[in-house]
């Protein structure tokens, strides 16, 4: 295999996520975090390469305790396969490089990909689909719906997997949610996931829900929506406000906040989780490692709903 160790793929010479062991180490942990170095496709500001050191380096802080919620620490459940290996190429480099490195770990363990621009989460798809033998559920954060039809003249980038993922049959149309969303986008591709059956909960829909009372409609429509479907979760670090998250490359104002976030989370913690993303985190844009801690804090909750027994 061609050697596309590079600079920015340092994520593979330092502790991993939490400081779990190595994949190498402790080959047969149930939950794996993996990182996915990719910036080919953004849009506006790049950066999102250097995501997954960069969460990594964040999560260092949460290692020492247990969660709040739930008294578990998902230490000892989990190891860091590093960074996967990828040629900055091209897009389609990329995803033929990525696919069989994803199929293997997804077939093994429970999977925590740690982007990268949300174009990853295509080929990411593609695997589970495959696994899985049938169009799954997924619940996708985002200030953007990511179903353009195409990508400044290219069929794929990190806004149409949405719409590909419809397309091929990766995803139930009607298992689809879609939470945050607010970028400006013509009706159809703005309204797509429900004009197919989906659910959209935009940011304008959940200002001032917070709390699990504020949010109950909410959670219990998802949670009566997808109960039992085998559910992905997406999450694009841009469905906060950029006041939580201002390392990103395309900020949106008026976004959800770290809080209602984590109570969606909490809340869905029973859904049949299949695995995850973390997408868009763009660290020369960070501050003070807001955005980083935010995506670290949401992968811990996310490992601790699993591991908590
Ligand atoms: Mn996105
Ligand atoms: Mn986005």
């Known amino acids: 295999m061609a050697d596309y160790t590079f600079a920015f793929q340092t994520s593979t010479t330092h502790a991993g996520f939490l400081k779990a062991p190595s994949l190498e180490a402790s080959p047969d942990a149930p939950y794996v975090i993996a990182g996915i170095p990719w910036d080919g496709c953004v849009t506006n500001r790049p950066g999102t390469r250097f995501g997954p050191y960069e969460i990594r ?9 247990t969660h709040t919620l739930w008294p578990v620490s998902p230490l000892g459940h989990i190891a ?8 900055n190429t091209s897009l389609e480099r990329m995803r033929e490089a990525l696919m069989p490195q994803a199929s293997a770990l ?43 039809t195409d990508h400044f003249g290219e069929p794929s980038g990190h806004g149409t997997w949405v719409h590909e993922a419809i397309s091929e049959g990766l995803i139930d149309p009607r298992l689809t949610v879609q939470v945050g969303i607010r970028s400006s ?3 159809s591709t703005a309204e797509y996931v429900r004009d197919r059956g989906g659910l959209i909960y935009t940011s304008r829909d ?10 109950q409609s909410v ?6 929506r997808l109960a039992g479907e085998p559910v992905y979760l997406t999450l694009d670090i841009d469905c906060l406000d950029p006041a939580y998250a201002p390392g990103t490359g395309t900020p949106e104002p008026g976004g959800m906040s770290s809080s209602q976030v984590l109570t969606l989370l909490e809340e869905w913690v029973d859904l049949n989780w299949i695995g995850m993303d973390l997408s ?21 909750t996310y490992l601790c709903g699993r591991v908590r027994g």
């Open 185 to 187: 986008a013509e009706k």
């Open 219 to 224: 959670i219990d429509e998802v949670r009566t």
């Open 280 to 300: 868009e985190v763009s660290p020369p844009y960070d501050h003070a490692q807001l955005t980083s801690n935010a995506a670290a804090h949401f992968v811990w």
């Open 80 to 87: 860091d396969a590093g960074d996967l290996t990828l040629p």
């Open 206 to 215: 959940l200002r001032g829900l917070v709390n699990r009372t504020q949010l």
């Open 57 to 65: 380096r964040s999560s260092h802080m949460l290692c020492d305790g």
């Open 106 to 148: 997804l077939a093994k363990h429970h999977m925590v990909w740690l982007g990268g621009d949300h174009s990853i989460t295509l080929p990411l798809l593609r695997a589970y689909r495959a696994h899985h033998g049938r169009p799954l559920a997924i619940v996708h954060f985002d200030a953007h719906c990511d179903t353009w």
